[in-house]
């Protein structure tokens, strides 16, 4: 395949079904969900000694975690994710040597620009943060900005920028992680949807896949987008709307920047292969859904601090989640076997203000090819951070989600903390903040960073 191919980083979910020859009978832990915090948590369980099963209902990275734009990033993160993320960034370093795998990560900084002095003095609430937590971030000058990437054609007031940030590539790193899990033990099983959980004496005992059932008294849903959906048919509630981000990538081009730029018009990450991932800086797109009706208060504030990147849309999607039942007999064909890969069409719209702002803000890059794209659907918080931990009244049941777009940097190390919860061994990393429970509870929902 070629740095040039039109499916290489789609190959990742359009590759041909592969289900499971056989079925084991019983597992310790089973995890719900083939992204990159459920395949690093089983590498992390594997490598315990624990039997661990994760059952995907479609591919490895399938859906977000193979779509992402790729970023390593601590920078700008919301202070209950920084000790975590921190350590994610130590594992990332090590992910080469550990997996015996390729997946693309180097240290090569991370940018944010600011188009005002207003936005570079917000900037410095963030290198306060990075100051709490030894992360040596720094605002930089227009003209700092200009020696950091040349050739373009920012006019900027000047970034923050940390230099230990780094990058990956997303069609790489989960699927070298979920192999490595299965070489250290774990079973890894694709096409293989689960439909539902057993108890017994009120407390978990088992999965019901469509193909059979494993008895286990652990279960981790980090199902990504489709947890709220699984978690509802269990009578949990779970907050959680999805956003499309459409993503597009380069054929190989001039050397114009080797990290991760954020700019108001472009969101762009230098690639293993010479070209660069882009994504367009200012928009989301959500398409409302009744989920947006149940949930919508709670993401008020959220949805104030991105009014100006948000973009609604009402359509199809709003008559196909009205048509999905909320719960389903476990002898039956369930909704994940329907669509086995959440695969939204990339959007024309965005797609040619992608190119145009590519265009402007580097222009030796006007006759480099876009050779291919896709979207994805970001499954987000009220308070955009993960929402981790046991969930009440439902013994052995664990939730992992909530990433919202932060989930591929972060994924190594939630794999390593959600090991550690599963197994009662301490990681040293607070997870109480990231309980489901507080959205319930009283607590004031206050976001601290964006999608």
Sequence with gaps: MTDTDSTIVASTWTQALRPPEKLPKAADVVIIGGGIVGVSTAWFLARQGVQVVLCEKGH???????????????????????????????????????????????????????????????FENWIAVAGDYGIESRLLSATELKKLVP????????????????????????????RAAQRAGATILTSCAVRGIETSGGAVSAVVTEHGTISAPTVLCAAGAWSSMFCRSLGVGVPQLKVRGTVARTAPCENVLEGNLFDERLGVRRRQDGGLTLAHGTILQHPVTPSTFRWGVKFIPALMQELKVLRLSFGKEFFEEWRQPASWDLDAVSPFEQTRVLNP??????????????DTMFPQLADTPIVESWAGMVETSPDVVPMIGAVDGKPGFYLATGFSGHGFGLGPGAGKVIAGMLTNTDTGIDIAPLRLGRFFDGSPIKPQSTI
């Design 60 to 122: 490895i990275a399938g859906e977000q975690s193979g779509r992402n734009w790729g970023w390593v990033r601590v920078q700008g993160r919301d202070a209950r994710e920084i000790p975590m993320m921190l350590e994610s960034i130590r594992i990332w370093d090590r992910l080469q040597e550990d997996t015996g795998e390729d997946v693309g990560f180097v240290r090569r900084g991370c940018l944010f620009t600011a188009g005002s002095d207003k936005e570079m003095r917000s």
């Design 151 to 178: 050739g373009s054609a920012l006019k900027r007031a000047g970034a923050v920028y940390t230099e230990s940030d780094g990058r990956a590539e997303p069609h790489k790193a989960a699927p070298a992680i979920a």
């Design 345 to 358: 069409e990339p959007s024309a719209k965005v797609l040619k203000g992608i190119r145009r702002n590519l």
